[in-house]
């Protein structure tokens, strides 16, 4: 398949939505599933002034193991159990995508079993089914943030070579099963997450231990080496089906044009295109080698294995976009709250109630620097917008939402059609409400569905659409020339 460019969206063009198995699916120890790194996110009441702990120990998950608790990622929204009901609601929404993830953790409980889970298989089997039924595309992830719990106690998650193979083994055998029924995948949900937060993104468990920082680079080089690996077994077991890297867009604003903040914003800006340099380009940036080896670390790759992942780069680029980040070399500014990492205040920019800037040029901004730097398709797997709705009279008035995906769908037409920017797919997060990545809040909403539960899951779970449900229905039927 390929992407023409031409003015104006492509008739083709993408309008879909985007979510994540360990916030959505619940049914987190039903039909033969193990227990992964997300099952173990704990609530924690931010009126209280705690933060969730993000960094976990082997003590920390032997204890949360132990625990009774409020683990909302184990219950999700329910969709292990709704799922015909949300995507109906999809279909009739008009998206022509869906992006979600496959557990790794439901084909291979383990991770490392010599055979997969039949009633994991056929789960994701159904939802796909039930996307085609719905003029759906599918589009998966095959690991976004939900390390099998045994690879990370067991193998010492992603920092050991042999997690590469296992993962091999996994991604082969959801090639296999879905070939013809997915045309596009990919690898690991932001992959800057490795390096940003290792357990999460690798399966690291946090140590003190002196080798601590060269596990979390050496767990980031096996997942850029799987990735290189499962993308050469796409090719061979599904040829038309395409494979995408996912990067967290931290596109920085130097906070001034003191060259102190400007040096310091190319710093942090080649740091994020560090993964896609890798994954596009095939090349490790010399700066990247410099800094490895000012730390006393390396890359501990073979000859060969570099070479395949020069060889077996992706076929599009795709990223989550939420915000911008501003740098600066003044330690005393502010610093700010955002999506994996946090940054210095924008004084340009309003912020959401979660402390993220809003910022719609930047989307445009990051799309014109990526289109730039790879000359690639690019596709926007995540946008959108984190808030508190109410319910008042049966429905939810999100007038914030609709603004800030307006301006950011403008900024995304005004990037094609204007700069002639190659972007072939938007994703909103998440077309149905669920439990927040960063926090395990189910307040924290995006959807353009509103599910009744609360931080504590009570509530029926009953899928009721907001006002923006009708409004993305009219931009994807208009193809965005209706922005309401
Ligand atoms: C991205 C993740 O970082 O941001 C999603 O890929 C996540 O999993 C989304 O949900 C929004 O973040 P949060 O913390 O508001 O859920």
Known sequence: MTHTQSAGLNRKFLWGGASAANQMEGAFDEAGKGLTTADLAVFVDKTTGQKPKKELSLEDIAELKARDGNFPKRRGNDFFHRYEEDIALL????????RFSISWARIFPNGDDATPNEAGLQFYSEVIDAC???????????????TPLAIVENYGGWSNRKVVDLFRAYAQTVFRRYAGRVAYWMTFNEINAALEIPFKGAGLAFSNSPSYEADTHRGLHHQLLASALVTSDLREI???????????????????????????????????YLYTD???????PAWYRKDLERRGLSIELTEDELALIKEHTVDYISFSYYMSFVASADPSRQKGEGNLKGGVDNPYLPQTDWGWSIDPLGLRIALNDMYDRYRLPLMISENGF?????????????????????????????????DGVDCFAYLVWSPIDMISAGTSEMKKRYGFVYVDFDDTGAGSGARIKKDSFAWYQKVIASNGADLG
């Open 91 to 98: 279909g009739e929404l008009g998206v022509t995508a869906y």
């Open 386 to 418: 984190g808030a508190v709705d109410k319910i008042v009279d049966g429905t939810v008035h999100d007038p914030d939402r609709i603004s800030y995906l307006r301006q950011h769908i403008a900024a995304l037409i005004a990037a094609v059609e204007e």
């Open 132 to 146: 085609r039924r719905a003029n759906i595309e599918p589009v998966i992830t095959l690991s976004h943030f939900d």
């Open 238 to 272: 599904s040829p038309d089906a395409q494979m995408g890297c996912m990067d967290a867009s931290f596109l920085t604003y130097p906070y001034s044009s003191d060259p102190e903040d400007v040096w310091l914003a190319l710093n942090e800006n080649r740091a994020y």
């Open 278 to 284: 890798i994954q596009a380009l095939g090349v490790f």
